[in-house]
């Protein structure tokens, strides 16, 4: 007897893995409360109530977006934004929360590599909302950039890997990028010798790392500069102001 040969459509399909929230927060009916409300709404939801027990969460499970309050005991959210943005792998969304009435944690928290912010007590729609923009945004760009592991940039000596995440200095030393930063140099990267001003640059960037304001475009650009700069000297002053009208990537760039 000669069966059928099975196409594509007759397979069943594989299931869909459902977002995975990582909640971090010290309060634990605020974390109860939110965690019901999320699960509710289609999501996975993990809790921690320190940076110890988020870190082992997240070493077992693969997580999506990860919610950090900023005031937590031993290491603040900060400190943990600081590490999960910092690393070169992929790595989940990050959405900082903070009961401070000041702007400054929110652009600490954006400098560090922070996706979103939200203040405390968030309204659970509105960080439910945040999430599922992420999500998009992490969907679109999954479809829309699939790179190949050898693509890059070349410039003035450096190397910037859209694979490995990675920026290497002439002299083959690894810079490392927060998300944000490396959103925003790949965007004027790929845009060299061309002035951008905040409203082009938040347009590029868009999908690869979320400014919440167009003043963090400052702030990110100016870290990166210093980062740059202290890494490599006058050499790595690879950007140009341009007076009431933005910034330039002065460099001439070829793709490796």
């Known amino acids: 007897m000669i069966l059928a040969k099975e196409s594509a459509s007759d397979r069943p399909a594989e299931p869909k893995r459902v977002a ?5 927060d010290d ?83 954006l400098e560090l590599g922070a996706d979103d912010y939200l203040p405390k007590p968030a309204n659970p729609r509105e960080l439910l909302a945040r999430i599922r923009a992420l999500l998009r945004r992490s969907v ?15 410039f003035a000596g450096w190397t910037l890997s859209i694979w490995a995440r990675e920026l290497q200095t002439p002299d083959g030393v690894i810079v490392p990028l927060t998300g944000g930063e490396f959103a925003l140099l790949r965007t004027f990267v790929e845009h060299p010798r061309e002035v951008l001003d905040r409203d082009r640059v938040l347009s590029l960037v868009r999908g690869r790392s979320s400014f919440a304001f ?20 006058e050499a790595g002053n690879l950007f140009r102001t341009v007076r009431n009208e933005g910034y330039i990537f002065v460099a001439a760039v070829r793709r490796v």
């Open 20 to 24: 995975t929230v990582l909640l971090v």
């Open 140 to 154: 679109t760009v999954q479809q829309a950039d699939p790179t190949p592991p050898h693509l890059g940039y070349e």
């Open 27 to 109: 309060d634990e009916k605020l974390r109860q409360l939110v965690a019901g409300f999320l699960e509710r709404h289609g999501l996975d939801v993990l809790c921690a109530a320190d940076g110890q027990s988020a870190d082992a969460l997240l070493a077992r499970h693969p997580v999506d977006v990860v919610i950090l309050d900023v005031m937590l005991p031993g290491e603040d959210g900060l400190s943990i934004c600081r590490r999960l943005t910092g690393s070169s792998e992929a790595r989940p969304a990050v959405i900082m929360l903070s009961a401070a009435a000041e702007d400054t944690d929110r652009i600490v928290g």
């Open 214 to 233: 167009d003043r963090a475009v400052d702030l990110q650009l100016s870290r990166l500069r210093r980062k740059l700069t202290s890494t490599y000297g």
